[in-house]
C-alpha cells in the first residue's frame, strides 16, 4: 500500500505528500491504526482521483517555491518535519515532505535547515532550465513564514544559538548574497508548504490542493 501511495504522491499527487511520507515511517512495522489510516488516504484518491495538476503556460506566474518546517512535531524522537514546494506556469512541478535527520534546537533551526534544502532544489531548477534553454536572470522567490530564518541567512551571523548548525545548511547564505534565491517573508496563512509539514482539516485541505495548481 505504501509503494502504491508514494507513486502516485511523487508522481502527480503533492496533496498526500505529508500522509504517505509520515506513514512511510512505520512501514516496516505498522499497527492496525497504521493501516487504517493507509486506507484512509486510498479513499480519499478514489474520492478525488478526477483531479489533475493543470499549468497556465505562458500566461502563469514564473518559477518560485515555499519552504517550511512544524518544529519537533514527532513524538516518538522529536524530529522536525519540513517541506518544500515548487511553482511553475502556477502549478507545483516538485515537492518534498519529509522528516530532519537531526534533531533542531528551535523553530529558526528547523525552518533555517529546510530553507537549505529548498535552496539547493532552486538552483538545481536554474541550472535544469539553462540547459533547456530558458535562462533564468533573476533570483527564484523562496517564500518562508519564519523571520528568523530569514534573517539569519539574509544577515550572515554567529551566535551561541546557531554556531552548532552544520556547515552545509549555510549554503542558503551564498545563494542569497550571489543572488541566486532571493527569500520572501510571507505570513504562516499564506504558507502554500504548510500543508506538507502537518495534516489539515477539510476547509484548508481544499484550499491547499487549489493552490497546488490541483483542479
Same mark, same amino acid.
Not at 25 to 47: F, T
Given at each position: 500500500?505504501?509503494?502504491?501511495?508514494?507513486?502516485?504522491? $511523487?508522481?502527480?499527487?503533492?496533496?498526500?505528500?505529508?500522509?504517505?511520507?509520515?506513514?512511510?515511517?512505520?512501514?516496516?512495522?505498522?499497527?492496525?491504526?497504521?493501516?487504517?489510516?493507509?486506507?484512509?488516504?486510498?479513499?480519499?484518491?478514489?474520492?478525488?482521483?478526477? @483531479?489533475?495538476?493543470?499549468?497556465?503556460?505562458?500566461?502563469?506566474? *514564473? $518559477?518560485?517555491?515555499?519552504?517550511?518546517?512544524?518544529?519537533?512535531?514527532?513524538?516518538?524522537?522529536?524530529?522536525?518535519?519540513? *517541506?518544500?514546494?515548487?511553482?511553475?506556469?502556477?502549478?507545483?512541478?516538485?515537492?518534498?515532505?519529509?522528516?530532519?535527520?537531526?534533531?533542531?534546537?528551535?523553530?529558526?533551526?528547523?525552518?533555517?535547515?529546510?530553507?537549505?534544502?529548498?535552496?539547493?532544489?532552486?538552483?538545481?531548477?536554474?541550472?535544469?532550465?539553462?540547459? @533547456?534553454?530558458?535562462?533564468?536572470?533573476?533570483?527564484?522567490?523562496?517564500?518562508?513564514?519564519?523571520?528568523?530564518?530569514?534573517? $539569519?541567512?539574509?544577515?550572515?551571523?554567529?551566535?551561541?544559538?546557531?554556531?552548532?548548525?552544520?556547515?552545509?545548511?549555510?549554503?542558503?547564505?551564498?545563494?542569497?548574497?550571489?543572488?541566486?534565491?532571493?527569500?520572501?517573508?510571507?505570513?504562516?496563512?499564506?504558507? $502554500?508548504?504548510?500543508?506538507?509539514?502537518?495534516?489539515?482539516?477539510?476547509?484548508? @485541505?481544499?484550499?491547499?490542493?487549489?493552490? @497546488? *495548481?490541483?483542479?
Amino acid at each position: 500500500m505504501i509503494g502504491s501511495l508514494l507513486y502516485a504522491q $511523487l508522481g502527480t499527487r503533492p496533496d498526500i505528500s505529508f500522509a504517505v511520507s509520515h506513514l512511510a515511517q512505520y512501514a516496516s512495522n505498522p499497527s492496525p491504526q497504521h493501516i487504517r489510516l493507509a486506507k484512509y488516504v486510498l479513499c480519499y484518491l478514489k474520492g478525488t482521483s478526477d @483531479l489533475k495538476l493543470v499549468y497556465d503556460g505562458a500566461a502563469g506566474n *514564473g $518559477l518560485y517555491g515555499y519552504s517550511d518546517s512544524s518544529y519537533g512535531d514527532d513524538p516518538d524522537d522529536r524530529h522536525s518535519t519540513s *517541506g518544500y514546494v515548487f511553482l511553475l506556469a502556477d502549478a507545483a512541478i516538485s515537492w518534498c515532505s519529509r522528516k530532519q535527520k537531526t534533531v533542531a534546537q528551535s523553530t529558526t533551526e528547523a525552518e533555517y535547515m529546510e530553507l537549505a534544502e529548498a535552496g539547493n532544489q532552486a538552483m538545481w531548477y536554474r541550472m535544469f532550465m539553462g540547459e @533547456l534553454g530558458y535562462e533564468v536572470k533573476d533570483p527564484v522567490p523562496i517564500l518562508e513564514d519564519n523571520k528568523g530564518a530569514v534573517d $539569519l541567512a539574509q544577515k550572515p551571523m554567529t551566535s551561541r544559538r546557531t554556531k552548532h548548525i552544520p556547515i552545509k545548511h549555510h549554503v542558503i547564505r551564498d545563494y542569497v548574497e550571489n543572488e541566486d534565491v532571493d527569500l520572501i517573508r510571507t505570513p504562516t496563512d499564506e504558507m $502554500l508548504a504548510d500543508g506538507l509539514t502537518k495534516p489539515f482539516a477539510q476547509v484548508k @485541505l481544499t484550499d491547499f490542493v487549489s493552490r @497546488l *495548481g490541483l483542479v
